[in-house]
């Protein structure tokens, strides 16, 4: 099955910076990347996710990048704000019949 | 309905005790999954129904959890003679089809407090 691994567990970052997350996956079948969002208190949501046919997608402050070959791929959030705490994570599919399985999540903390 | 619902949303039982928790999902989405999530702790896969395909059931952590899908619509998830482990928050899911890898939508979950 698959194995996703998920760095760091928390990361603090001043407001205006990036920050970035990264997860390594072992599935090379595996095409289909998504990560979630978990404000405190409420369920996770999806942010941006990516298909194994491109290398990057952005969606204005977020983005994410994919590498096959070394079977990874990251979180990047460029000017950070304090509403952007919360945990991140990312998720691969497994299985024969490709549900997902997540990573261990990130603490992200913005810092005014 | 609007979303993925989930009940009760609290659950306070004693240890030996069984219960069931339930699951709405989005109209039309085939695909059901169950989370566990311990308090600040990532989310554990617990179990998946995909249609009329067999259930996965390799992230059930014991045989006193098990879990039923009518159809396409509601889950309940069942843990019998509960335990302070079991103590966690349980997320559901639903996503239009797997296959394709589509958005899953969660519900707000069941907080289940074993005594």
């Known amino acids: 099955g698959e194995n996703v691994e998920q760095h760091p567990s928390t990361l603090s970052v001043q407001e205006g910076d990036s920050a970035v997350i990264k997860c390594t996956y072992s599935?090379?079948?595996?095409?289909?990347f998504p990560w979630y969002k978990q404000e405190l208190g409420k369920r996770p949501q999806l942010i941006i996710d990516i298909r194994s046919n491109v290398g990057e997608k952005k969606d204005q402050r977020i983005a994410v990048t994919l590498n096959k070959t070394a079977k990874h791929f990251s979180l990047h959030i460029t000017e950070t704000q304090p509403e952007d705490s919360a945990v991140y994570f990312c998720a691969a599919p497994s299985g024969s019949a490709r549900q997902l399985t997540f990573g261990s999540g990130t603490q992200l903390t913005v810092l005014p | 309905g609007a979303g993925v619902s989930q009940s009760p949303s609290n659950k306070v039982t004693e240890k030996g005790k069984d219960v069931e928790l339930r699951c709405d999902p989005i109209s039309g989405h085939t695909a059901l999954y169950w989370y566990r999530q311990r308090l600040g702790q990532g989310l554990e896969f617990l179990i998946y129904?995909?249609?009329?395909?067999?259930?996965?059931k390799s992230g059930l952590p014991s045989d006193r959890f098990s879990a039923e899908r009518t159809g396409e619509s509601v889950s309940t998830l069942t843990i019998q003679r509960t335990q302070q482990e079991d103590s966690a928050v349980y997320l559901c899911?639903?996503?239009?089809?797997?296959?394709?890898?589509?958005?899953?939508?969660f519900g707000s979950g069941t907080q289940l407090s074993v005594l």
């Open positions: 599935d090379s079948a595996s095409n289909y």
């Open positions: 129904f995909q249609g009329n395909s067999a259930p996965d």
């Open positions: 899911a639903s996503s239009r089809d797997s296959a394709t890898n589509e958005k899953l939508f």
